[in-house]
């Protein structure tokens, strides 16, 4: 069974602040993670975000080389890692803390690495506490598309990551199966 010192532990959850609806921001606008807020960059490489008046949301995105998948391209994971992260910052835009509940990706064209790519996010609808959102993902100059995905966002209260932390403790209290 485990014990208290082995169980992972979250070393500071105070890392958003403590509006999750206004997380730190980079010069550019994007909003960061835990991770990269401790970086104080977006490590995917989100350079620029900002919310249109007609809804879209529009981001700057550049592959790092340390994402190359094949030669001189993304590898998939960073592809689907970053419109996660670009639809999910589409509530937060709109000051909604949510989490991803469902996420499909279909990857149209290598995405080039070390070469800026824009991603447009928009709403599609919304019911109840669940946001449908879609994106694409598209090169610079021109605009072909290289990715597209949709996915379902859930709407949470703030007190999401708390009630998560006191099921992982009724989990690791239970001890091995
Ligand atoms: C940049 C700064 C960021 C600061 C915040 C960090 C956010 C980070 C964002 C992420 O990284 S998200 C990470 C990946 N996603 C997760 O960890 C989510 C894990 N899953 C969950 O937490 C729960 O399964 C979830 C909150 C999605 C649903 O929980 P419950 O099933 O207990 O909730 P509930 O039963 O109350 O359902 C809430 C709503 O979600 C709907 N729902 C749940 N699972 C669904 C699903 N799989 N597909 C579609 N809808 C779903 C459900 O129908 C319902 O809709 P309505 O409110 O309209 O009735």
């Given amino acids: ?3 208290d010192d082995d169980r992972p532990r ?12 206004d997380p730190p921001r980079t010069g550019g ?10 970086a104080g960059r977006c490590r ?3 350079q620029r975000e900002r919310l249109d ?6 981001f700057h995105v550049t592959c790092p080389r340390d994402q190359e998948g094949g030669p001189n391209v993304a590898h ?15 509530p937060l835009l709109n000051r909604t803390l949510s989490v991803t509940a469902e996420l499909s990706v279909s990857f149209v064209k290598p995405v080039p690495v070390d070469r800026p790519v824009q991603v447009r996010a928009w709403v599609d609808r919304r019911e109840g506490s669940r946001w449908y959102i879609a994106g694409e993902m598209s090169l610079l100059p021109g605009g072909a598309v290289l990715a597209r995905a949709s996915g379902i966002w859930v709407a949470r209260d ?3 990551f708390d009630r998560h932390e006191k099921w992982l403790a009724q989990q690791d209290s239970a001890g091995s199966p």
């Fill in 76 to 90: 998939g994971g960073w592809t689907a890692a970053v419109m996660d992260e670009c639809l999910g910052h589409v």
């Fill in 53 to 58: 008046d007609t809804g879209n949301a529009w």
């Fill in 44 to 46: 995917l490489g989100v």
């Fill in 1 to 3: 069974m485990r014990t």
């Fill in 29 to 38: 606008g994007v909003a960061l993670c835990g991770a990269c807020h401790a």
């Fill in 10 to 21: 979250t070393p500071d959850r105070r890392w958003a602040g403590s509006d999750f609806q």
């Fill in 158 to 160: 703030p007190g999401h």
